[in-house]
């Protein structure tokens, strides 16, 4: 019916070998999460006649109402009164700004850009580095402890396979010079002081 789609996808389809990763590469997923979400992209890209196929990274941006994300865990944690945190010091990858891929989505959408895009916040980093930024914005570096662990810590819980490394690069938004996500570090800055302003008080 030419109905255009947008389709979501992940980061998470690669399998982590290289260091980064940008629109072209050939996903490689690693587990069945990963398998479904490639075969979610290859589906509407052999389908549908009009198409918007946007791999985003590690989401935040719901706030702590809907957020069950990396960032709102280690809210959750700090809140709960934490002094220790332990962080998984062998994942890197990309955050993604969901207000920033909202913008950018309708962008291409309002210029019919139709398309596989890479779409995450500028910078690569790591869930270490993420939380290491996360204290120093709360000004709570002195107080929380962050003690690097390999991701074998977690595996009772996060028993998955997943990526050492899921760094994309928006390569098709800057040849397109409709790249609008910002650097990773501005967005987290934004989206804890917009969503939780009361929120450790």
Same mark, same amino acid.
């Given at each position: 019916m030419n109905i255009p789609l947008l389709y979501i996808s992940t980061a998470g389809i690669f399998d982590g070998k290289k260091d980064l990763y940008d629109d072209w590469d050939q996903p490689n997923p690693l587990g069945v999460y990963a398998r479904s979400k490639y075969m979610g992209e290859r589906f509407v890209a052999e389908h549908a006649a009009k198409y918007l196929i946007c791999r985003a990274g590690w989401m935040m941006g719901a706030g702590p109402a809907k957020d069950k994300k990396f960032v709102q865990k280690l809210m959750k944690q700090i809140r709960e009164g934490a002094e220790e945190i332990f962080i998984v010091d062998d994942k890197d990858g990309t955050p993604t700004y969901t207000h920033d891929f909202a913008k950018n989505v309708k962008l291409l959408l309002e210029k019919e850009y139709w398309g596989l895009y890479n779409m995450v916040c500028g910078g690569q980093t790591s869930r270490y580095e993420v939380a290491v930024d996360l204290l120093k914005i709360l000004n709570l570096e002195t107080r929380i402890k962050l003690t690097a662990v390999h991701s074998d810590y977690f595996q009772n819980i996060y028993?998955?396979?997943?990526?050492? #490394?899921?760094?994309?690069? #928006?390569?098709?938004?800057?040849?397109? #010079? $409709? #790249? $609008?996500?910002?650097?990773?570090?501005?967005?987290?800055?934004?989206?804890?002081?917009?969503y939780y302003q009361n929120y450790l008080t």
């Open positions: 028993f998955a396979d997943r990526p050492p #490394n899921e760094r994309l690069i #928006n390569t098709k938004l800057e040849l397109r #010079n $409709i #790249n $609008i996500m910002r650097d990773w570090q501005t967005a987290l800055k934004e989206y804890i002081e917009t």
